[in-house]
T-cell receptor, first 112, second 114 residues
Framework: GQQLNQSPQSMFIQEGEDVSMNCTSSSIFNTWLWYKQDPGEGPVLLIALYKAGELTSNGRLTAQFGITRKDSFLNISASIPSDVGIYFCAGSVTSGTYKYIFGTGTRLKVLA | NAGVMQNPRHLVRRRGQEARLRCSPM?????VYWYRQLPEEGLKFMVYLQKENIIDESGMPKERFSAEFPKEGPSILRIQQVVRGDSAAYFCASSTGDYTVGYTFGSGTRLTVV
């Protein structure tokens, strides 16, 4: 079946540093979503991407839909302690579908 | 403006018992999706329901698992005769049916089978 590989699996960074993570697929995707999950909570949608090459920002977060349509990237600038959590990418092969495939997550820990 | 409400937040069951997980969608949402998250893994689609209809249950295990979304009341995910491998976080999401904007997830029910 389709798989999403997220990299890195986990990372420790210093407060104030920029963070980069990515998600790659074995298939071409038409939609990419990025979610953040705090401990004990459900995932919260951060950014949605719909077109190859699209670059979208949400505050200190910027995500890009890779031009090959098989990958996506999330950057966090000037990290702060509340950025800690698990970041999931999710994608769908078909536009306008309800069924998303989730990656295994990147676990981010910020050292003050 | 309540979000997606799931209860209970934590549920402990002995092997062989039944687990019932409830999900009330956001106001105005008539589409409900259930996902399961095993420890250290991402979320996996289980089932998609609209009021009184199961639209897609392709992610549901063939046995012991069932889901419903009645005309009145919350959506229920029911697991009969639970086994240790059912221990996971179960998340419900809802939407208006506009699939392009992603889901709104609830806080999940963490099921532990002892």
């Amino acid at each position: 079946g389709q798989q999403l590989n997220q990299s890195p699996q986990s990372m420790f960074i210093q407060e104030g540093e920029d963070v980069s993570m990515n998600c790659t697929s074995s298939s071409i995707f038409n939609t990419w979503l990025w979610y953040k999950q705090d401990p004990g909570e459900g995932p919260v949608l951060l950014i949605a991407l719909y077109k190859a090459g699209e670059l979208t920002s949400n505050g200190r977060l910027t995500a890009q839909f890779g031009i090959t349509r098989k990958d996506s990237f999330l950057n966090i600038s000037a990290s702060i302690p509340s950025d800690v959590g698990i970041y999931f990418c999710a994608g769908s092969v078909t536009s306008g579908t309800y069924k998303y495939i989730f990656g295994t997550g990147t676990r981010l820990k910020v050292l003050a | 403006n309540a979000g997606v409400m799931q209860n209970p937040r934590h549920l402990v069951r002995r092997r062989g018992q039944e687990a019932r997980l409830r999900c009330s969608p956001m106001k105005g949402h008539s589409h409900v999706y259930w996902y399961r998250q095993l420890p250290e893994e991402g979320l996996k689609f289980m089932v998609y329901l609209q009021k009184e209809n199961i639209i897609d249950e392709s992610g549901m295990p063939k046995e012991r698992f069932s889901a419903e979304f009645p005309k009145e009341g919350p959506s229920i995910l029911r697991i009969q005769q639970v086994v240790r491998g059912d221990s996971a976080a179960y998340f419900c999401a809802s939407s208006t049916g506009d699939y392009t904007v992603g889901y709104t997830f609830g806080s999940g029910t963490r099921l532990t089978v002892v």
